[in-house]
């Protein structure tokens, strides 16, 4: 029996511009899969979703390692770009959900673009637990994360239910014990939701 409900944030509830973003910060095309492994595997990214960098800091890596020739204020706003508007039905779905379930937020994030959303919208209020990467030293898909996830619900992972956009995050989350899905959308969560006995 599902309680306790745990989403991701970008491609989930929030959109994301992050493949044209990147593509035009790289000067090269890349597929989905390969642009996702690049992000958790990139040393300047890694820092700063782990909370271990700054936001200037971690424009003038990012630069570095990729060779970008782009300004680092340039970087920054372009960056800031990559999350957008919620999705439709995001705050429908949650308003929905939070009645029934507790639910929890588990996002590979930074910084910036956390508070960008927080200034901006005001659909974290729904959450009854925020697990943010920048704050927690880890990432998905470690499976790290995700222990510390449950150790923190204080839940067995046959309760939980986890709704991600990155199939390596399912796969991390499914092997933790957790029941999740790939997902791209709140009216994908809300129709999986529905469906259960």
């Given at each position: 029996m599902i309680s306790h409900i745990v989403l991701d944030m970008g491609g989930v509830l929030v959109e994301l511009e992050w493949q044209q973003r990147m593509e035009k910060l790289l000067r090269r095309s890349l597929p989905m899969a390969e642009l996702h492994q690049l992000w958790v595997t990139a040393l300047s990214t890694v820092d700063f979703e782990s909370g271990r960098t700054n936001f200037d800091q971690f424009a003038v890596a990012f630069i570095e390692e990729f060779a970008v020739d782009i300004t680092p204020e340039q970087l920054k706003q372009e960056?800031?770009?990559?999350?957008?508007?919620?999705?439709?039905?995001?705050?429908?779905?949650?308003?929905?959900?939070?009645?029934?379930?507790?639910?929890?937020?588990?996002?590979?994030?930074?910084?910036?673009?956390?508070?960008?959303?927080?200034?901006?919208?005001?659909?974290?209020?729904?959450?009854?637990?925020?697990?943010l990467s920048y704050e927690l030293g880890l990432m998905k898909p470690s499976g790290d994360i995700f222990n510390h996830v449950l150790t923190r619900l204080h839940t067995p992972p046959a309760s939980v239910a986890f709704f991600d956009d990155g199939s390596r995050n399912v796969e991390a989350a499914r092997a933790a014990g957790i029941q999740a899905y790939r997902v791209d959308n709140p009216d994908q969560v809300m129709a999986i939701v529905v469906g259960w006995p």
């Amino acid at each position: 029996m599902i309680s306790h409900i745990v989403l991701d944030m970008g491609g989930v509830l929030v959109e994301l511009e992050w493949q044209q973003r990147m593509e035009k910060l790289l000067r090269r095309s890349l597929p989905m899969a390969e642009l996702h492994q690049l992000w958790v595997t990139a040393l300047s990214t890694v820092d700063f979703e782990s909370g271990r960098t700054n936001f200037d800091q971690f424009a003038v890596a990012f630069i570095e390692e990729f060779a970008v020739d782009i300004t680092p204020e340039q970087l920054k706003q372009e960056f800031l770009e990559v999350v957008q508007a919620p999705l439709p039905n995001c705050e429908t779905m949650l308003a929905r959900l939070q009645p029934h379930y507790h639910l929890s937020l588990l996002s590979n994030t930074n910084a910036a673009h956390y508070q960008k959303l927080r200034d901006r919208y005001d659909f974290f209020k729904y959450f009854d637990q925020l697990f943010l990467s920048y704050e927690l030293g880890l990432m998905k898909p470690s499976g790290d994360i995700f222990n510390h996830v449950l150790t923190r619900l204080h839940t067995p992972p046959a309760s939980v239910a986890f709704f991600d956009d990155g199939s390596r995050n399912v796969e991390a989350a499914r092997a933790a014990g957790i029941q999740a899905y790939r997902v791209d959308n709140p009216d994908q969560v809300m129709a999986i939701v529905v469906g259960w006995p």
